[in-house]
């Protein structure tokens, strides 16, 4: 593969073997995950339901998850099952690409890759967990509390909370990757810590704007999502800085020895 450390150029069959053999550990990997879940669903249901039960045991009224259509539990059971599948196996589909991509890569951008692969499933889990044990239920309180104004009962559609709650998780757990975006385009010089820190009130702006896009239409629920933001966007500008100290370090013993450094990409 050109540019690889070991500059030996890969014939085309040999990638699409290669490409072949990591698509398919991914999808074996994802198809037992699947089936487990699938198979384990109920446990997963409780876990996700339990917040709303929450929300209305505290309003006293409850409120039980119903389905309106034949089809509808068997989809909501295939949906918890693959959304469950992918999660579990997230960290084997990335290392599968990392393996895919490594040959092609220096020894030092290898590397300077591996702490983002290690990276990016921990912050997508932060960011999950502070959905689910602090924005979910202001959310969900905000919205069973309709109940106390007005004669009206809630009977949530099982297919319709699962989707929500799905969608908010893939929200709230690519939110929580920005620090990892932002450090990986200082790593590869695309942006730096003094254009992060002039761009702040626009980032501030921006981050406003999706908190009020992706949560429910009450100020606590998108305060509690652009405050964590906010603070991930100062982390990014302390890690894009550590990255800049990092590398004129090496550049700089790199002119002391008369060596040339590759930069990582």
């Not at 929580?176 to 980032?203: C, H, M």
Request: hydrophobic fraction near 55%; include cysteine; glycine fraction near 4%.
């Amino acid at each position: 593969m050109a540019g690889a450390e070991e500059d030996v150029k890969m014939p085309l069959m040999e990638h699409l073997t290669e490409l072949r053999t990591r698509l398919l550990y991914s999808t074996v990997g994802f198809v037992i995950a699947f089936v487990v879940c699938f198979y384990f669903w109920k446990p997963v249901l409780d876990i996700v339901t339990a917040p709303l039960e929450r929300a209305c045991l505290a309003q006293g009224k409850p409120c039980p998850v119903i389905y309106t259509s034949l089809i509808e539990p068997f989809f909501t059971q295939v949906k918890i099952g693959a959304f469950a599948a992918l999660c579990i196996t997230f960290p084997l589909i990335a290392a599968q690409i990392y393996k895919f991509l490594a040959p092609g890569l220096y020894k030092n951008e290898r590397m300077a890759l591996v702490p983002f692969l290690v990276a990016t499933p921990i912050m997508f889990a932060v960011g999950a967990t502070f959905l689910y044990f602090v924005l979910l239920p202001l959310a969900l309180h905000f919205f069973v509390g309709y109940q106390q104004y007005a004669n009206i009962e809630l009977m949530p559609k099982i297919g319709e909370y699962i989707d929500l709650v799905m969608k908010l998780v893939f929200a709230f757990g690519l939110c929580f990757e920005l620090p990892v975006i932002l450090t990986l385009l200082a790593k590869v010089g695309i942006v730096s810590s003094q254009g992060l820190r002039d761009k702040r009130r626009y980032a501030i702006i921006i981050v406003t704007v999706v908190a009020a896009i992706f949560t429910p239409p009450d100020a606590i629920s998108m305060i509690s999502l652009a405050i964590p933001m906010i603070a991930l966007y100062e982390i990014s500008i302390w890690l894009a800085k550590s990255v800049e100290k990092k590398r004129a370090a090496e550049e700089a013993a790199a002119t002391e020895s008369g060596t040339e450094v590759t930069p990582a990409s």
